[in-house]
């Protein structure tokens, strides 16, 4: 039977000074990097074309807390991250200014969330599955708040019994 036990060799190695990274297609890296697969780990500032993050890697993806923002006023997201996608408690600003405040899960909108859409002037409270309106929630207007639905959600739809 194999040990269990890990050697030193099987671990990332990190060393504890900021290194800055450039990758052959331009992308730029600052943070700790792991000394054999040279990807990031710890804390970093990932920049690229269209983003920058700056927040936790671990085995070269972004895991844990983290700040996303496309360059040019496209967007931005604060929040978890788990295996490179949104995951946990975040904030989505879109580039219209619409805004999403809630749990993310694979990336996707998912649980309890809040977002205010400013294309359709039009706030959601309420339960997210996959991205979409999904469960309990209820749609108000943002110019004078009246209730414009209540109730259940099916796929992004208003469920109707």
């Not at 040990?3 to 331009?26: C, F, I, R």
């Not at 295996?83 to 989505?92: C, I, Q, R, S």
């Not at 309990?136 to 209540?150: M, N, R, V």
Request: proline residues 1%; charged residues 25%.
């Amino acid at each position: 039977p194999e040990s269990s036990a890990q050697s030193d060799d099987d671990e990332a190695v990190a060393d504890d000074k900021v290194e800055l990274h450039t990758y052959p297609n331009g992308d730029t890296y600052i943070g700790a990097m792991d000394r054999k697969t040279t990807q990031c780990i710890g804390f970093g500032i990932y920049r690229c074309k269209k983003t920058t993050f700056i927040g936790e890697f671990i085995d070269g993806k972004r895991h844990g807390y983290g700040r996303l923002q496309l360059h040019q006023n496209r967007g931005s997201y604060s929040g978890g991250y788990a295996n490179d996608k949104k995951h946990g408690l975040g904030t989505l600003i879109l580039r219209d200014g619409s805004c999403y405040h809630g749990l993310f899960e694979n990336g996707k909108m998912e649980g309890h969330g809040t977002l205010r859409d400013v294309r359709n002037g039009t706030v959601y409270i309420g339960e997210w599955k996959e991205g979409k309106r999904h469960g309990k929630g209820t749609l108000t207007d943002i110019a004078d708040g009246s209730i414009l639905a209540t109730g259940m959600w099916s796929k992004g739809e208003e469920a109707t019994m």
